[in-house]
């Protein structure tokens, strides 16, 4: 049963201490068995490959508790397929899917308290995260690995729930190169983007925009997700480039608009084209749908929508996907993993 001593309708996202984390460790070839450290906190080597040359990944996903009860992930196994991408890219053992999965449920599994009580609007965030651990001095991959899973209780990402934000565009910093590491997730892509944000944050939008790093000319994804627009006879149109991170939620969101009969388009997204979206959003995990009502440039302000209106489009999205995660709306994908007790 959840916990009684958390207030869970004014978590926003941020750490927490729960009962444990999971942890395996990779030497020799091969995985230890899993162990549940209490402390938040690890040892490692001074020289370890991740602290020197950004050796690390992560991953972001999310378990619910449902209406009728039932704990479940949502969509574990593409968290798992594109961290075993990452680790391929990064030359980290890749963590094989079904231990992934079996993690995931485990950490759950003992931090079932945690979970937010259906009707809150919470979740439990779950961070994979394999790092090198390893003492590398020369450049090189390490020779030992370290992968866990921390989870923490969640509400909204932006403050307010599914309120419409602002977006900026700063044109003197990038976020990923066309042939880097944009489409898998390494922390090195976070790290490119906290200066702008911190700029953008400072100067009143709490989201940034990044445009292609070659050309400035078509539109990327936002500093922590996906970008997609809708289009005034409801077509949802979404970037497709080598330098974007293939988002679960936007691959889900592409199919639930698939479902509801509307055209999908996956393709280039010249910046000016934005002035033709009749609704645009931020998606990821932990922002789920974000609204997006203003972009601006330089000069240049692009107004979407109203200040404080949620489109229809974004909302029917929204409720369609978190429909299906509390268990509200029939699943029909499969895409609720659930966590047996
Ligand atoms: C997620 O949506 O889970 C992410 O990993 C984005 C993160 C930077 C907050």
Known sequence: MPRTDIDWGSLGFGFSDVNCHIRYVWK?????????????????????????????????????????????????????????RTAVR?????????MFIEAAEEVVRRNEEFVPPYGTGGSLYLRPLLIGTGPQIGVAPAHEYTFMIMVMPV??????????VRAVILDDWDRAAPNGMGD???GGNYAASLYAHE????????????????THQYVEEFSTSNFLGIK????????????????VTNMSLKECAADLGWKVECRKVPYGEIREFTEVAACGTAVVVTPVWEITRGSDVIKISD??????????????????????????????????M
């Open 232 to 247: 005034a006879d409801g077509t949802y149109v979404t970037p497709d480039s080598h330098s974007v991170l293939p988002s």
């Open 28 to 84: 020799d070839g091969a995985w230890s068995k899993p162990e549940f450290p209490v402390e938040p906190y690890i040892t490692m080597h001074i020289g370890a490959s991740c602290l020197h040359y950004g050796q690390e990944c992560f991953e972001g996903m999310k378990a619910f508790r449902q209406k009728d009860g039932k704990i479940v992930i949502f969509r574990p196994e593409e968290n798992a397929k594109r961290m075993y």
């Open 307 to 340: 200040e404080n209106t949620v489109g229809p489009h974004l909302q029917k999205l929204y409720d369609t996907v978190q429909g299906i995660q509390y268990g509200v709306l029939p699943d029909v994908h499969g895409w609720c993993h659930e966590v047996k």
């Open 155 to 164: 509400g909204a990402y932006y403050k307010g729930g599914l309120k419409p």
């Open 199 to 214: 700029k953008a944050k400072r100067e009143g939008w709490p989201v940034e925009l990044y445009l292609d790093a070659k």
């Open 90 to 98: 990064t030359v980290m053992p890749p963590v094989p899917v079904e």
């Open 184 to 186: 898998v997730k390494v």
